[in-house]
């Protein structure tokens, strides 16, 4: 038979409709069967709560019509739903980011179709209808509105450091294989901490600097054991980086005030349009007559077409599940996991092209995510 406890006066126990009991810390002095349960209590209802008070020596009871067992049961399958959901949205977070990845690496580099430029605003364009259908329509989220004409040259100038991060990776992957491109990714930390020294002044404790360290470390070793290394595609794809921890900390400062803050789907919302913009003067200017190149190869092999659409679609859903994720776990959990997808990109990328590798390559890109975790976890600890 269910047993409660009794306890100290004014401790609460709060028992879910999930039948998941909250106990106070106090010391409980015995248990009696609910079927005998007798004495001084107030019972107060607040949805699926039932929340017990009892004077010095009292029984708790229960309602005659709350079922503990079946609560559990509830419980324990809202549980596991949830954790299905869960592991869902971060398995579609993988695959929607090592996807793009590796497809743009296929289009950029194996397929030989070299505008990067055009590709990039492929995929700001698809962010802007797809971004418009999840929050106008489907109500995803919801919307927030562009307050005043400063705050929308502040979102521009974001957007504009955002086209130069992506446009920049990109190009380094013609010229970088994925392995050598997410080592070198893998030091945003460092450009975060010296962007944040410089701009806003914001010193770490000496001991998150002593993490980036091994960070860039790292980075030297695997450069010095590449075997395919590039010099453009390695100035390129450091800039990339830079310009990505800088859209950050640019972020942090303009957008700090709460009346002009932005989830990042709101964000992507109002930047990727802006992206198009910066980004169709450019390809005009830089990639000549790419649409027409396009359209014949189309004519030639259709597929170019699919890759671009999927791929388009996909740079979207990189955001959305990254928004996801984010709110059902927490930012931290999305660091931890954004850790190991880097080393899983790096994994799958040199089975897919069979890019060669060398000891040193790995031991350098191993040791550069080992100082991305200490540097994680200096950070977890300062706060």
């Given at each position: 038979m269910a047993q409660i406890a009794i306890i100290a006066p004014a401790t609460v126990i709060a028992i879910t409709g999930r039948g998941k009991q909250l106990v106070s810390y106090r010391n409980i002095r015995k248990k009696v069967d609910l079927a005998s349960a007798v004495g001084s209590c107030r019972i107060q209802r607040k949805c699926a709560v039932v929340v017990v008070r009892a004077s010095?020596?009292?029984?708790?009871?229960?309602?005659?019509d709350w079922s503990p067992q079946k609560g559990s049961e509830g419980g324990t399958k809202?549980?596991?739903?949830?954790?299905?959901?869960?592991?869902?949205?971060?398995?579609?977070?993988?695959?929607?980011?090592?996807?793009?990845?590796?497809?743009?690496?296929?289009?950029?580099?194996?397929?030989?179709?070299?505008?990067?430029?055009?590709?990039?605003?492929?995929?700001?364009?698809?962010?802007s209808l797809l971004s418009y259908v999840a929050i106008a329509w489907m109500k995803v989220v919801p919307l927030q509105t562009i307050r005043s004409r400063v705050q929308f040259f502040k979102i521009s100038a974001l957007s504009l450091v955002f086209c130069v991060s992506v446009v920049f990776g990109n190009i380094s992957l013609r010229y970088l294989p994925v392995s050598f491109n997410q080592a070198i990714g893998a030091t945003t930390p460092f450009f975060t901490a010296v962007f944040a020294y410089l701009m806003t002044f914001k010193r770490e404790a000496w001991l998150t600097y002593l993490t980036l360290v091994p960070v860039v470390t790292g980075v030297i070793i695997a450069?010095?054991?590449?075997?395919?290394?590039?010099?453009?595609?390695?100035?390129?794809?450091?800039?990339?980086?830079g310009a990505r921890a800088l859209k950050s900390v640019l972020q942090g400062i303009l957008l700090s005030s709460e009346g002009e803050k932005l989830n990042s789907m709101n964000l992507l919302l109002y930047m990727a349009p802006m992206a198009v913009v910066f980004l169709l003067p450019a390809t005009l200017i830089m990639e000549e007559n790419v649409v027409g190149i396009t359209l014949a190869l189309a004519r030639d092999d259709s597929?170019?077409?699919?890759?671009?659409?999927?791929?388009?679609?996909?740079?979207?859903?990189?955001?959305?599940?990254?928004?996801?994720?984010?709110?059902?776990?927490s930012a931290l959990t999305l660091q931890v996991l954004g850790n190991a997808k880097g080393a899983v990109a790096v994994v799958v990328s040199i089975l897919i092209f069979r890019n060669p590798v060398s000891v040193t390559g790995m031991m350098g890109y191993s040791l550069t995510v080992f100082g991305v975790i200490l540097y994680s976890e200096a950070k977890k600890r300062s706060k």
């Amino acid at each position: 038979m269910a047993q409660i406890a009794i306890i100290a006066p004014a401790t609460v126990i709060a028992i879910t409709g999930r039948g998941k009991q909250l106990v106070s810390y106090r010391n409980i002095r015995k248990k009696v069967d609910l079927a005998s349960a007798v004495g001084s209590c107030r019972i107060q209802r607040k949805c699926a709560v039932v929340v017990v008070r009892a004077s010095e020596g009292g029984a708790l009871s229960l309602p005659h019509d709350w079922s503990p067992q079946k609560g559990s049961e509830g419980g324990t399958k809202m549980k596991g739903s949830n954790r299905f959901f869960t592991v869902g949205l971060v398995a579609a977070w993988y695959s929607s980011n090592i996807g793009v990845l590796l497809l743009n690496k296929y289009l950029l580099s194996n397929y030989g179709f070299k505008y990067p430029i055009f590709l990039t605003m492929c995929h700001m364009t698809a962010c802007s209808l797809l971004s418009y259908v999840a929050i106008a329509w489907m109500k995803v989220v919801p919307l927030q509105t562009i307050r005043s004409r400063v705050q929308f040259f502040k979102i521009s100038a974001l957007s504009l450091v955002f086209c130069v991060s992506v446009v920049f990776g990109n190009i380094s992957l013609r010229y970088l294989p994925v392995s050598f491109n997410q080592a070198i990714g893998a030091t945003t930390p460092f450009f975060t901490a010296v962007f944040a020294y410089l701009m806003t002044f914001k010193r770490e404790a000496w001991l998150t600097y002593l993490t980036l360290v091994p960070v860039v470390t790292g980075v030297i070793i695997a450069s010095g054991g590449e075997p395919s290394f590039h010099l453009f595609g390695f100035i390129i794809c450091v800039a990339a980086t830079g310009a990505r921890a800088l859209k950050s900390v640019l972020q942090g400062i303009l957008l700090s005030s709460e009346g002009e803050k932005l989830n990042s789907m709101n964000l992507l919302l109002y930047m990727a349009p802006m992206a198009v913009v910066f980004l169709l003067p450019a390809t005009l200017i830089m990639e000549e007559n790419v649409v027409g190149i396009t359209l014949a190869l189309a004519r030639d092999d259709s597929k170019i077409i699919w890759y671009l659409l999927f791929n388009s679609s996909l740079a979207y859903f990189v955001n959305l599940t990254n928004f996801l994720v984010t709110k059902h776990t927490s930012a931290l959990t999305l660091q931890v996991l954004g850790n190991a997808k880097g080393a899983v990109a790096v994994v799958v990328s040199i089975l897919i092209f069979r890019n060669p590798v060398s000891v040193t390559g790995m031991m350098g890109y191993s040791l550069t995510v080992f100082g991305v975790i200490l540097y994680s976890e200096a950070k977890k600890r300062s706060k």
